[in-house]
Nanobody, 123 residues
Framework: QVQLVESGGGLVQPGGSLRLSCAAR????????MGWYRQAPGKQRELVAT???????NYADSVKGRFTISRDNAKNTVYLQMSSLSPEDTAVYYC?????????????????WGQGTQVGVSS
């Protein structure tokens, strides 16, 4: 089995910073793209940032210049450094990873989601 375990959420004041982490655990052959999504109350889940295995990144316009996604391939972990946070960033943040597993039957690729971590920005 594979699990994505998130950590780092919390409550911060506007202008503050937080760092989210998401570690993939289990039987993993390779991880392709990894990313962060968020869902605010009453809204649909939206993409925040993605990163390829080679380190190419993509950001939502709303977080460009404020958030930085990175990954440690040796640790199967993706990070989201968030700065200059505003109340509009309040949401549950989910990590996502496309994971390749190998078995005697061959390789299979599946997208996995973390359990979500709450980020609140309020004065």
């Amino acid at each position: 089995q594979v699990q994505l375990v998130e950590s780092g959420g919390g409550l911060v004041q506007p202008g503050g910073s937080l760092r989210l982490s998401c570690a993939a655990r289990g039987s993993i052959f390779r991880i392709n793209d990894m990313g962060w999504y968020r869902q605010a109350p009453g809204k649909q889940r939206e993409l925040v940032a993605t990163i390829t295995s080679g380190g190419s990144t993509n950001y939502a316009d709303s977080v460009k210049g404020r958030f930085t996604i990175s990954r440690d391939n040796a640790k199967n972990t993706v990070y989201l450094q968030m700065s200059s946070l505003s109340p509009e960033d309040t949401a549950v943040y989910y990590c996502n990873a496309e994971i390749v597993r190998a078995s005697v039957l061959g390789r299979s690729t599946q997208a996995y989601w973390g359990q979500g971590t709450q980020v609140g920005v309020s004065s």
